[in-house]
């Protein structure tokens, strides 16, 4: 039988790639809905104060390595370190996506990691967030070499990459939380997650209702879990269960946010004019969680 692949779908040194999730492609799905703004997708600067190194490996698996995109203030030492995670719905997207946001962040003095992880066409859950944790562990045993302060790391994520920043945010002890329009439970009213996050999760929610339980971040959060900041787009499912998750926070008296950009497109992160307002927020954030009191 011949079995032809989807042309969004390639094999990138052997590992199975679903590549439609590309700033190029964001940027012309909008431009026709925003037809006032001047729609743009934000390119890389290479700032001269901030050292970047592109695919360092930070684990080995069986059959590959995985890698990170590593940015690191010059003038900074011991700095707080973030870890920044890419989206595209737990089976695209890749870490450079996020370049542009990794290099403001190292400009205002934080350390950012930008890891690859194992999509749902490699490996189902929990694969992901096993990579994740792992990358955290990377950074803090690295900590020397790095010149980070390892009690200082926050958790930052984008779409799919949202979700697993807060689900590693409320099982993993770190200092802050981004979630950047990031579903905080699977199953919720508001929440519309199906085919994609079925196919990452190992089944539909009638086939594994633990697993889709389980990978929801609203199911960990606790008094326990470090400030959170939300920033959303105009679509409230892709923070499906963030006002709960807020109410714990809340009443543990654990500081948190929620901004929601004013009729922000998903993927507003990657385009200007939302781009600027994304990296002020978060910065601003940043700052007052991790104490930073120079910037």
């Known amino acids: 039988m011949l079995i032809l692949m989807p042309l969004s779908t390639m094999l990138v040194a052997q590992v199975p790639r679903d590549t439609s999730y590309t700033l ?25 104060s901030v050292d970047i190194s592109f695919a360092a490996p930070y684990k080995a698996l069986d059959d590959r390595e995985l890698t ?54 490699e490996a189902a859950y929990p694969a992901a967030v096993e990579d994740l944790k792992d990358a955290i562990s990377w950074m803090k045993e690295h900590q020397s070499s790095l010149d980070i302060d390892s009690n200082r ?4 994520g984008c779409s799919a990459g949202g979700q697993l920043a807060a689900l590693l945010g409320t099982t993993t002890p770190l200092k802050a939380i981004v979630d950047i329009d990031g579903v905080l439970a699977f199953k919720h009213p508001d929440s519309e997650e199906g085919t994609m996050a079925a196919q990452w999760l190992g089944g539909s929610y009638e086939e594994k ?5 389980e990978a929801s971040a609203l199911a960990h959060v606790s008094r326990s879990t470090p400030p959170t900041l939300f920033l959303a787009s105009k679509y409230p499912r892709f923070l499906a269960g963030h006002q709960e998750f807020m ?12 901004v929601q950009l004013d009729n922000a497109p998903h993927s507003f992160w990657l385009m200007t004019p939302w ?11 940043l ?9």
């Open 24 to 48: 190029a492609n964001t940027v012309a799905k909008h431009r026709k809905y925003y037809p006032q703004l001047d729609v743009q997708g934000v390119m890389p600067v290479s700032p001269e």
């Open 68 to 121: 990170a995109n590593l940015f690191s203030p010059k003038e900074i030492t011991r700095a707080p370190a973030v870890l920044l995670i890419h989206g595209g719905g737990w089976r695209a997207g890749l870490p450079e996506l996020m370049t542009p946001i990794a290099e403001q962040l190292a400009v205002s003095g934080y350390f950012v990691m930008v890891p690859e992880y194992r999509l749902s066409l």
């Open 153 to 156: 790391i926050a958790v930052i």
């Open 209 to 213: 209702p633990g697993i889709w339980e």
């Open 247 to 258: 109410d714990v926070l809340n009443v543990s008296g654990v500081y948190t946010e929620m």
């Open 275 to 285: 781009f600027e307002p994304t990296i002020k927020y978060i910065i601003d954030f």
């Open 287 to 295: 700052n007052k969680t991790l104490q930073r009191t120079d910037y």
